[in-house]
């Protein structure tokens, strides 16, 4: 008989219940062991040839936040086509989507579907969509469901149908594929032998205590030898959130390149955030930002202000000294001191320009939280981080832009690649928005960038190029870290954190 540790024991005599082959959970659930125990026992048994280790991949797939509300609601096809049902089968295209519910954004999903699965038809000409059949359950709400109950599936175990099931959805972005290690263990020849002897189990002392020193036992007791390469169970010291780690080390890089940080409020006045950038009070451009107005108090004090309002003032009703026509209405003070949750950091930066700290030439960044009445998807937020910076000085251009948002993408985001498309704000020209690509990741918009035009810069005293960007400092954390869906951002799901490595 030979004698082996209390775990070792415990491992091989389940291993010779089961037929000599386990995975490491299912030796866990027979012997009511930790994992990391087993793997240690594992470790030792193998070195003496009694088992050998094996490792395998499988992949868990589970729900994500947008995936259960589907599980729970239906998804935005399905809740079209019973709509139409209740219908009769046909209607408007306005009627059937507010009969189905569909919140803002759902719309073109919904219909996307219904046309890609061949359950309904589009009729664009005369804004009908027809229902062309009652489908039964298919196998991606089939899925949705088993996950509802269940949690997590092993993707290796699902019929060839659900696997098909777990691309679609995957592709829509609706759960979640990882993967883990699964390690099984296997009776050597030696280990039969040796379990067909008989196990005698070896009482071993892992810790000197005072009593066993006090007591002189010490010397009677077996001590536990220790290997240092054996697995051990994970630890989770406390860490800074990845997120927060990651706005913290883009600080440190701006300060690094000769940035200045910049601030303001985040209840701002209509001045800054609209006025000031030539965003007039009665026309479309307006709407560029959703905004959220202060209900009480609703008004600002503008009196410090006097002499740039009256500025901005001239040149929204006729151009000023700007060389501009102006947007020829008549400017309302009252409703530039109109208070609001700040819609974009570029108000930081027209304080900035009218501060008594601004340098000519300089740089100048900030960092900030911003609001927008956005429908919340996995890349919008009702509030959001934004990233802003200014470069002021003699022979500025486009070019120079240019460059700066390529070291944005590159060396924040991780980016591969980087493209400029042409676009408009009311206080940029020329405008332009960054996009980039990350291999395994896709393209991804990041914000808008441009050059302040003269009707911004003149009225608050500015006669050099001022060079602008606001990029969405959320999504450079995404590409940079592999995330499709925002919200994880701000999530409470400790695995997650706790995997993500600290750099």
């Known amino acids: 008989m030979v004698e082996l540790r209390e775990n070792e024991a415990k491992t091989l005599l389940a291993l010779k219940e089961a037929g000599g082959r386990l995975n490491v959970s299912e030796i866990a659930k027979k012997g009511g062991l930790a994992h990391a125990a087993i793997m240690r026992a594992a470790l030792s048994l193998k070195s003496k040839d009694l088992i050998k280790i094996t490792e395998r991949k499988i992949r868990k797939v589970s729900l994500n936040d947008e995936g259960r509300t589907y599980a729970d609601v239906g998804l935005p096809e399905r809740r079209l086509v019973d709509a139409l049902a209740r219908m009769g089968g046909e209607a408007g295209l306005d009627e059937a989507l507010k009969a189905a519910s569909l919140e803002k954004g759902l719309s073109a999903i919904a219909l996307g579907w219904l046309s890609r699965k061949g359950w309904g038809r589009i009729e664009k000409k005369n804004r009908v969509v027809r229902l062309l059949k009652e489908p039964s359950e298919g196998a991606d709400e089939q899925l949705l469901r088993l996950l509802k109950s269940k949690g997590t599936m092993n993707v290796e175990s699902l019929a060839d149908e659900m696997k098909d099931a777990v691309k679609l959805l995957k592709g829509r972005k609706l759960i979640e594929v990882h993967e883990e290690t699964q390690r099984e263990l296997e009776l050597t020849n030696e280990g039969w032998e040796l379990v067909k002897k008989g196990i005698r189990i070896t009482t071993e002392v892992s810790q000197?205590?005072?009593?066993?020193?006090?007591?002189?036992?010490?010397?009677?007791?077996?001590?536990?030898?220790?290997n240092i390469k054996a697995a051990v169970a994970p630890i989770w010291p406390?860490?800074?959130?990845?997120?927060?780690?990651?706005?913290?080390?883009?600080k440190q890089k701006l300060i690094a390149l000769g940035f200045k940080e910049m601030a303001g409020p985040i209840v701002e006045l209509s001045f800054f955030n609209c006025d000031g950038l030539y965003m007039p009070q009665d026309h479309p451009a307006r709407e560029v930002h959703d905004m959220y107005f202060i209900k009480e108090p609703e008004y600002g004090d503008l009196d410090r202000y006097k002499e740039f309002l009256e500025n901005v003032r001239e040149t929204h009703e006729n151009g000023w000294k700007t060389g501009s026509k102006g947007w020829r209405y008549s400017f309302s003070s009252l409703e530039a001191a109109r208070l609001m949750l700040r819609s974009q950091t570029t108000a930081a930066s027209v304080r900035m320009l009218i501060s008594e700290e601004l340098e000519i030439p300089g740089k100048y960044f900030a960092i900030a939280r911003c609001f927008r009445p956005d429908v919340i998807d996995k890349t919008h937020l009702t509030e959001f981080n934004q990233v802003e910076g200014i470069i002021l000085g003699e022979d500025l251009g486009l070019k120079d832009l240019l460059g700066v948002l390529k070291r944005f993408a590159i060396e924040v985001a991780g980016a591969d690649k980087v493209k400029y498309r042409p676009d408009y704000f009311p206080f940029t020209e020329p405008s332009v928005e960054l996009v980039a690509y990350k291999k395994g990741y896709g393209w991804m918009e990041f914000g808008g960038s441009g050059i302040f035009r003269p009707e911004v810069t003149l009225p608050l005293g500015i006669k050099v190029p001022v060079l602008a960007w606001g990029l969405g400092v959320d999504r450079l954390f995404m590409m940079k870290m592999g995330i499709e869906d925002i919200r994880y951002l701000f999530s409470y799901d400790l695995d997650w954190i706790r995997r993500v490595e600290v750099v």
Request: proline content about 6%; hydrophobic content about 35%; charged content about 40%.
């Open 208 to 226: 000197v205590t005072p009593e066993l020193l006090v007591t002189g036992k010490w010397r009677e007791v077996k001590l536990r030898r220790y």
């Open 238 to 250: 406390g860490k800074k959130h990845p997120y927060l780690r990651f706005l913290d080390e883009l």
